[in-house]
């Protein structure tokens, strides 16, 4: 049967921020590592799926969204049975924090870029989402 591979391109600042008022908290930076990373993002992206909140496919721009496929996940939504509607193809979870919060489980590639930004932020990366799968591995892990 075929599966789903899910992975994860992100970026985050020095001590984790990732939002700040609805959008990047570096957005509007046209420094080479800023710009070099939203294209990146887009590269990368290209021609799969991309999960995520309706806040996050909100702010894709519009030259970004004839090349792949944007889907809106919701709270409502099972994410086993959502992941399964597209077994086969490559599915990026784009995020906000309570998305990768439900799907960091199915990740099998994270990728983060870390950005030179040491301002303020509204949404944090967690670092438990790396290991948001490992039941039985925890659970030996607390004895
Ligand atoms: N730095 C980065 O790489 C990066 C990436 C993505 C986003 N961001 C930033 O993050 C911010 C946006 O994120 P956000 O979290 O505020 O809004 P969001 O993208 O709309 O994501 C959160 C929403 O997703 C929905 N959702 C879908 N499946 C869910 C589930 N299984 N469990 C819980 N909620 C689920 C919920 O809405 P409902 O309850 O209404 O369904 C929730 O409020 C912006 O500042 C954006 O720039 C940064």
Known sequence: MKK???????????????????????????????????ARFFDVTRGHVLL?????????????????????VRSSMDPEDTLQRF??????????????????????HWDVTRLPYDGPADRWFDARWLTGGGEVARNHRDQ
């Not at 020095?14 to 957005?27: C, F, M, T, V, Y």
């Not at 995020?95 to 799907?103: I, R, S």
Request: aromatic content about 8%; some cysteine; hydrophobic content about 45%.
């Open 87 to 108: 077994a086969g193809r490559v599915v990026f979870i784009g995020g906000g924090p309570p998305v990768w919060d439900a799907y960091a489980r199915f990740v099998s």
């Open 4 to 38: 789903t591979v899910v992975r994860v391109v992100c970026a985050i600042g020095q001590a984790g921020q990732i939002g700040l008022d609805g959008r990047l908290p570096w957005e509007g930076n046209r420094s080479p590592e800023f710009v070099a990373d939203v």
């Open 52 to 72: 995520a909140g309706p806040k996050t496919i909100a702010s894709v721009p519009d030259f970004a969204r004839a090349d792949r496929e944007l889907v809106v």
